[in-house]
C-alpha cells in the first residue's frame, strides 16, 4: 500500500479546503481564497504552502490560471483513508450555480431538452460576469484563436439577439455551432475564429436563429 504523505498541520488545512471547494463547486479556490480563509496577510503565502503540497505529490500546480490545481488521486485517497476523515472545512463566500451540461443536441428541438443534458456541474459563480443558463460542450476547433478549445465547457446565457462582434451559440437548420457574429447589408456572417475553417454565410430566408451568448469558458479539467 502506497505510504501517506506526511503533512504539517498547515497543509493538511490548506489540502481539506482544497477538496471541500472542488467537491462544492467543482472548481478548486484561488490563492487570494485561501488565504482570506486561513488568515494569511497575502497569496503569496498560500502559494508557498501549495508548492509544499506539490513537493510532496498531493497536488500538481497548473501555470496560468489562478485555480490551476489538481489533487494527485492516489496520495490524497492515501491521507484521507489514514485520517477517516472527510472534506469539512467551511469555504464562506463561495456561492455555487447548478448548470446543465448540453450534449449533442437533436434536430429541430430545443437546446435545454432534457434529452440533451449529460449531466449537471456545480460551479462557482464569480467566474462568470454575467449569470450563465446551461453549459455546452465545444466541438472541434474553429474557435481556438478565441481560446475556445475542443472538449472545453462553454457557458452559455440564453439570448435570441446579439451585437455585431459576440459569440454566439446560433442554430442553423438542424445543427447548433458556436461563432462570432457578423451582420452585413445583405447577410449573417459566422465568423470561425481559425483560418483553417470557412465563413459561414447565412442569406436572408435561410433557418437562422440565436440561442445564446458566450459569457465564459470552464476548461474541462478544472471538472475533473
Known sequence: M??????????????????????????????????????????NAAEEHLQALARKGVIELVSGTSRGIRLCGEAVRS????RGTQYNLPIPGLSQLMLPLIGRVAAGSPILAQEHVDQSYCVEDSLFQHKPDYLLKVRGMSMRDAGIMDGDLLAV?????????????????????????????HAIELLPENPDYPVIVVDPGEPFAIEGLAVGLIRNTMLM
Do not use: Y
Open 2 to 43: 502506497l505510504n501517506s504523505p506526511k503533512l504539517t498541520a498547515r497543509q493538511q488545512q490548506i489540502l481539506d479546503l482544497i477538496q471541500t471547494a472542488i467537491s462544492r463547486t467543482g472548481a478548486p479556490p484561488t490563492r487570494a481564497e485561501i488565504a482570506a480563509e486561513l488568515g494569511f496577510k497575502s497569496a
Open 79 to 82: 491521507i484521507n483513508a489514514a
Open 157 to 185: 446565457k440564453i439570448a435570441h439577439e446579439a451585437r455585431n462582434g459576440q459569440i454566439i451559440v446560433a442554430r442553423l437548420g438542424d445543427d447548433v455551432t458556436v461563432k462570432r457574429l457578423r451582420r452585413t447589408a
